[in-house]
């Protein structure tokens, strides 16, 4: 069973920036692919940007150029690093790694961008 947990959110003025990190429990596989998602209060769960194990990524438009993913397969950690954070930014910030048709999810961590 793997288990992901998120970390590195918080309270933030508009502007600013934060780096979230996944790590995972186990080891995170070069086939992994691992995404960061979000969700706003009233908001359906939406993709922020996804990373796949031979390190293509992907950016929802509302994101790029601001946010950038990683992945540390040897710290078996995924990064969202966010810059310029807006105030419409805030959410609960997930991660799920896909693994062979498998899909787990993160507990989330909140992110909250003060104007």
């Known amino acids: 069973q793997v288990q992901l947990v998120e970390s590195g959110g918080g309270l933030v003025q508009a502007g600013g920036s934060l780096r979230l990190s996944c790590g995972s429990s186990?080891?995170?596989?070069?086939?992994?692919?691992v995404g960061w998602y979000r969700q706003a209060p009233g908001k359906q769960r939406e993709l922020v940007a996804r990373?796949?194990?031979?390190?293509?990524?992907i950016y929802a438009d509302f994101v790029k150029g601001r946010f950038t993913i990683s992945r540390d397969n040897a710290k078996n950690t995924v990064y969202l690093q966010m810059t310029s954070l807006k105030p419409e930014d805030t959410a609960v910030y997930y991660c799920?790694?896909?693994?062979?048709?498998?899909?787990?999810w993160g507990q989330g961590t909140q992110v909250t961008v003060s104007s």
């Open positions: 990373i796949s194990g031979g390190g293509t990524t």
């Open positions: 799920k790694l896909d693994r062979l048709g498998n899909a787990y």
């Open positions: 186990g080891t995170l596989f070069r086939f992994d692919a």
